[in-house]
Nanobody, 127 residues
Framework: QVQLVQSGGCSVQAGGSLSLSCAAS????????MAWFRQAPGKEREEVAR???????AYADSVKDRFTVSLDNAKTTLYLQMNSLKPEDTAIYYC?????????????????????WGQGTKVTVSS
């Protein structure tokens, strides 16, 4: 059973940086998409970044060049480094994992196709 346990986050002023961590267990790295999502008050959950051993790393346009997703060498901890934070980055951030994979250049999994989720971490960016 895949388990994802998050840590990190809290509050920061605009322009600052934060790092989120997600400890993963019960999974095989090469078989899973790993991703970060966020949900702001009154808004739908959106994908922030994703990575997979067989495909390119991808970022939402709103965070490109500011956020970096990575895995540690043991492939057991997923990170999200967030730089140049803006008030609109305020949200609850979730890590997630899925075995869904569309071969041959198919689409990335939709949020509903992620079956494993962390508990969520609140990030608040003040202006």
């Amino acid at each position: 059973q895949v388990q994802l346990v998050q840590s990190g986050g809290c509050s920061v002023q605009a322009g600052g940086s934060l790092s989120l961590s997600c400890a993963a267990s019960g999974y095989t790295y090469s078989n899973y998409y790993m991703a970060w999502f966020r949900q702001a008050p009154g808004k739908e959950r959106e994908e922030v970044a994703r990575l997979h051993s067989k495909g390119p790393t991808a970022y939402a346009d709103s965070v490109k060049d500011r956020f970096t997703v990575s895995l540690d060498n043991a492939k057991t901890t997923l990170y999200l480094q967030m730089n140049s934070l803006k008030p609109e980055d305020t949200a609850i951030y979730y890590c997630a994992a899925t075995r869904v994979w569309y071969a041959g250049g198919g689409p990335a999994p939709s949020p509903n196709e992620y079956g494993y989720w962390g508990q969520g971490t609140k990030v608040t960016v003040s202006s």
